[in-house]
């Protein structure tokens, strides 16, 4: 059983609101889809997720865009932070060790590179700029029907 929300997200602040509560539902093994169009603010949610799981608001987060994939230990759990853009091809999303460690917690930005990722996702959150460009729609979907 799949569990959909759409949400407005008028400013910034919604965004990291919608963070802190996506980071307070996650489990160890949770692969999150972060899906939308260049700055509807995927690299923004993932930021405000991994703070949150770290505790520490001043945590260094960097985009994936380049490294690919950007790893983080947070309260013995890891935490791999993907951006699949620049993916050469589906198959390369191996060599990145999305799935090395079950226990790990992945968010995905570009997820739709790899059906493989898309398959194995728990969490898809689509983020889009509604028309006049003010604020964000965030549509979130958990696949296992787990409350939001």
């Not at 899906?35 to 001043?58: F, H, P, Y």
């Not at 590179?113 to 965030?138: F, K, M, Q």
Request: aromatic letters at 6%.
């Amino acid at each position: 059983m799949s569990l959909t929300e759409t949400l407005f997200l008028a400013d910034d602040e919604a965004t990291a609101a919608l963070g802190r509560r996506l980071a307070a539902a996650l489990r160890p093994g949770d692969l999150v889809l972060l899906e939308g169009d260049l700055g509807a603010g995927k690299t923004a949610m993932a930021r405000t997720v991994i703070r949150t799981l770290s505790g520490d608001d001043r945590l260094d987060v960097p985009s994936p865009s380049f490294s690919l994939v950007q790893p983080y230990e947070v309260n013995g759990t890891p935490v791999l932070h993907a951006d699949l853009y620049r993916l050469g091809g589906p198959r390369d999303v191996d060599e990145l060790g999305l799935f090395d460690r079950p226990e790990a917690i992945v968010l995905v930005e570009w997820p739709e590179r790899s059906d493989e990722v898309v398959e194995r996702a728990t969490v898809s959150i689509r983020l889009a700029i509604p028309p006049g460009g003010e604020g964000r729609s965030a549509t979130i979907q958990f696949t296992d029907g787990r409350a939001f």
